[in-house]
């Protein structure tokens, strides 16, 4: 299993960016498919973007495709979700995910996942 630890929440206006980072810990990063799911006040734990354990592919959930963007460093352990033209309905605790799998097509469901990041607050003001 892998440990994660997220980073880079915070306050934002409408409209602004936000870069959150996961970092992860153990030797076998690249063997994982990545993603970020987030929970809203209330709500279901929804997909929000995966990664494939070597970057060349990448899965969004509509609410966010053309908006955000997935990334990851494998030399760094590390996978990033750049967010662009944040709305408020944005506003929600980010998790990041690992699963173990080294598949072309990334896992987008939850229950596949199996590491989970303590997650980091984003609120988008209007």
């Known amino acids: 299993q892998v440990q994660l630890v997220e980073s880079g929440g915070g306050l934002v206006q409408a409209g602004g960016s936000r870069r959150l980072s996961c970092a992860a810990s153990g030797r076998t990063f690249s063997s994982y498919t990545m993603a970020w799911f987030r929970q809203a006040p209330g709500k279901e734990r929804d997909f929000v973007a995966a990664i494939n354990w070597s970057g060349s592919s990448t899965s969004y959930a509509d609410s966010v495709k053309g908006r955000f963007t997935i990334s990851r460093d494998n030399a760094k352990n590390t996978v990033w979700l750049q967010m662009n033209s944040l709305k408020p309905e944005d506003t929600a605790v980010y998790y990041c995910?690992?699963?173990?799998?080294?598949?072309?097509?990334?896992?987008?469901?939850?229950?596949?996942?199996?590491?989970w990041g303590q997650g980091t607050q984003v609120i988008v003001s209007s």
């Open positions: 995910a690992a699963k173990g799998e080294t598949k072309s097509i990334p896992t987008t469901k939850r229950a596949g996942f199996g590491s």
